[in-house]
């Protein structure tokens, strides 16, 4: 069974930083992507990398937030800088499948970010 366990949330200023941890046990991660949901709306992608470090971010993120990894360690980490409130949110990662673009794993308990305007 795969256990994901994310870390590093908390509660910053607007313009703070950031950096999320999500390690893996019971399995190798390959093509992985952080996920964030803020309270009243849908889980949302945020940056995915792959297993030999291609990277994509959604509009909102691109040019402040850097998704990267570390397969000796098993895990993914999101650098989050010039943070913003809209950016408040639990944060999770996950392994995707990369043919059907869906999620592998169990979710995790996700990392709170809050940010303070």
């Known amino acids: 069974q795969v256990q994901l366990v994310e870390s590093g949330g908390g509660l910053v200023q607007t313009g703070g930083s950031l950096k999320l941890s999500c390690a893996a046990s019971?399995?190798?991660?390959?093509?992985m992507a952080w996920y964030r949901q803020a309270p009243g709306r849908q889980r949302e992608l945020v940056a995915r990398?792959?297993?030999?470090?291609?990277?994509y971010y959604v509009d909102s993120v691109k040019g402040r937030f850097t998704i990267s990894r570390d397969d000796d360690k098993n895990t993914v980490s999101l650098q989050m800088n010039s943070l913003k409130p809209e950016d408040t949110a639990v944060y999770f990662c996950?392994?995707?499948?990369?043919?059907?673009?869906?999620?592998?794993?169990?979710w995790g308990q996700g990392t709170q970010v809050t940010v303070s305007s």
């Open positions: 996950n392994a995707v499948h990369p043919a059907l673009n869906s999620v592998l794993w169990k």
């Open positions: 990398i792959t297993s030999i470090g291609g990277t």
């Open positions: 019971g399995s190798r991660i390959g093509l």
